[in-house]
Every structure is written in structure tokens, then in C-alpha cells.
T-cell receptor, first 116, second 114 residues
Framework: GAGVSQSPSNKVTEKGKDVELRCDPISGHTALYWYRQSLGQGLEFLIYFQGNSAPDKSGLPSDRFSAERTGGSVSTLTIQRTQQEDSAVYLC??????????????FGQGTRLTVV | AQSVTQLDSQVPVFEEAPVELRCNYSSSVSVYLFWYVQYPNQGLQLLLKYLSGSTLVESINGFEAEFNKSQTSFHLRKPSVHISDTAEYFCAVSPNTGFQKLVFGTGTRLLVSP
């Protein structure tokens, strides 16, 4: 696609429910990242995928958070038993994985999650 | 580990005035440095980056940033701002080996008024 696509753009859910957030990266980008943008916390790294593998998932806040990537393309971030502190904008980014930290990462517009 | 500090949460300026958005970082390893911009209701966009070579880097819309290793800074400047520059600006660093694990500052909101 032309850019990184995330869905839904907005999600309101009740505390305790599970949610799934989807990311479609730019075609051909083998690296995929999830970040979280919340008030007072700024932008936090959650997880990185290289292909379908996740070499670094150190930013996932708790075991309620999980992510997978299939076919080296689409990724899903799942939050189980949502809590109010999970409310944030979840951003996905993708890049060509050249083994070089300077490769530009392209960001989607994010999913705004509100837990009520 | 890395950390990024943007001391100014908000910077109000008048149109055509110069502006500087400050960024300081700390890291135990060599890093690449980035400035991202987020316009209202839009996603993050890369504004400019420093990887190596000349310490002064420029963007296509007139912004520039200078890497100062001794002061561990990467301040963003523009000599004359436009209303359209109103946005949130994020400084970020990433280790210069391995994948790009961006560590962001908390952002600076630039408010340009007529």
C-alpha cells in the first residue's frame, strides 16, 4: 500500500474486554514496530518484528499484551482484560530492515484506544 | 540504554520569528538521531536525521539540526517559521547497530501565531 495502515482508527472498549489492533505495513517492509503514545508517558517502544519473528518484545507492559505477525506482513496487537491505563494511541511503523538503525521508519496514523 | 530530554513542552512564537527546539540525549552506545513531526490529526513523519558525516543536517522545509557530541545535543532550528509549522516535534535516538529501536523525547508543541 501507499503507507502504513492501522485499524480501527478509534476504539472504545469496556474495562476487562479484549481488543485487537491491526497494522498493515508498507509492502516489502520486513521490519515492523509497535509504539504507544500516552499522555505523560510520551512515545514508548512496545515490540519489534523482523519478518514473523519478534527479536525484541521488551517494551510490552505486561502479559496482557501480545502481538503476532503473519506472512511477514499484517500484524495484530492484542490487549487482554483491558484496563483504564491501557488508554493511549497505539502506533505502528514499518521499515526496510537493512540491519541499520538509520533506516527510516514510516508510521501509521495510529489507533486511539479508550478504555471506559 | 538511551534517554531523550526535551525540556520545552510548548514553544509559542510569532510568524517569521526564529525558533530553536532543544533536545538532549544520553546513551552508553553510539546513536543515530532523529527529529519527527506530528501535524494535527496526522501521523508521525521523519523531519531529518543524523547518521554520520557533517554534523549539520537540513530538512526540505527549512529546518536544520546540529549534532553536538560533547554536549549530547541535537537542537532543531528554523530561522523563520510559518503558521504551517505548528505541530508537535519529537526528538528520538536509536542505537547505530541492529534494528531501529527509537527512544523518543516527550515532544515539544510549536505554536506559531500571526
Amino acid at each position: 500500500g501507499a503507507g502504513v495502515s492501522q485499524s480501527p482508527s478509534n476504539k472504545v472498549t469496556e474495562k476487562g474486554k479484549d481488543v485487537e489492533l491491526r497494522c498493515d505495513p508498507i509492502s516489502g517492509h520486513t521490519a515492523l514496530y509497535w509504539y504507544r503514545q500516552s499522555l505523560g508517558q510520551g512515545l514508548e517502544f512496545l515490540i519489534y518484528f523482523q519478518g514473523n519473528s519478534a527479536p525484541d518484545k521488551s517494551g510490552l507492559p505486561s502479559d496482557r499484551f501480545s502481538a503476532e505477525r503473519t506472512g511477514g506482513s499484517v500484524s495484530t496487537l492484542t490487549i487482554q482484560r483491558t484496563q483504564q491505563e491501557d488508554s493511549a494511541v497505539y502506533l505502528c511503523a514499518s521499515s526496510l530492515a537493512l540491519g541499520d538503525g538509520g533506516t527510516e521508519a514510516f508510521f501509521g496514523q495510529g489507533t486511539r484506544l479508550t478504555v471506559v | 540504554a538511551q534517554s531523550v530530554t526535551q525540556l520545552d513542552s510548548q514553544v509559542p512564537v510569532f510568524e517569521e520569528a526564529p525558533v530553536e527546539l532543544r533536545c538532549n540525549y544520553s546513551s552508553s552506545v553510539s546513536v543515530y538521531l532523529f527529529w519527527y513531526v506530528q501535524y494535527p490529526n496526522q501521523g508521525l513523519q521523519l523531519l531529518l536525521k543524523y547518521l554520520s558525516g557533517s554534523t549539520l543536517v537540513e530538512s526540505i522545509n527549512g529546518f536544520e539540526a546540529e549534532f553536538n557530541k560533547s554536549q549530547t545535543s541535537f537542537h532543531l532550528r528554523k530561522p523563520s517559521v510559518h503558521i504551517s509549522d505548528t505541530a508537535e516535534y519529537f526528538c528520538a535516538v536509536s542505537p547505530n547497530t541492529g534494528f531501529q529501536k527509537l527512544v523518543f523525547g516527550t515532544g515539544t508543541r510549536l505554536l506559531v501565531s500571526p
